[in-house]
């Protein structure tokens, strides 16, 4: 089984050949210290275009997806990239109620 959940702050990049790339910023404490992870993701379709028209950066972001596998050779040799690949992007729990609130007739692709 190959599933992903994550929440966290959504940090885009610039989108290319139908993708949205961006980075989930999942901050957690350890030893008492806050820190951080940033996870690659990537998504497609009608889960970019929802993510691109409702969130901007720094907003939390839901998402449901799949951990996907890439080796990229360089003149340095091969690499390889572990990127989430979005299946599902929803707002959270609070900005849900925010946004329903504020558009009625928000789009929401998987009818939450």
């Known amino acids: 089984m190959n599933i992903v959940i994550l929440s966290g702050q959504y940090y885009p990049r610039e989108p290319k050949d139908g993708r949205l790339e961006f980075s989930i910023r999942e901050s957690y404490k350890k030893q008492g210290e806050w820190q951080s992870a940033f996870h690659s993701c990537v998504a497609f379709g ?4 929802f993510i691109q028209q409702y969130f901007q950066a720094g907003e939390v972001l839901d998402l449901q997806g799949h951990l996907s596998t890439v080796k990229k050779e360089t003149d340095a ?3 390889t990239y572990t990127n989430v690949v979005v299946d599902r992007a ?3 729990p ?3 109620a925010k946004a ?3 558009q009625a007739d928000a789009f929401d692709p998987f009818g939450e």
């Open 94 to 96: 609070k900005a849900k």
């Open 46 to 49: 009608q889960s970019a275009e």
């Open 77 to 79: 040799g091969s690499r």
């Open 100 to 102: 329903k609130s504020q």
């Open 90 to 92: 929803v707002f959270p």
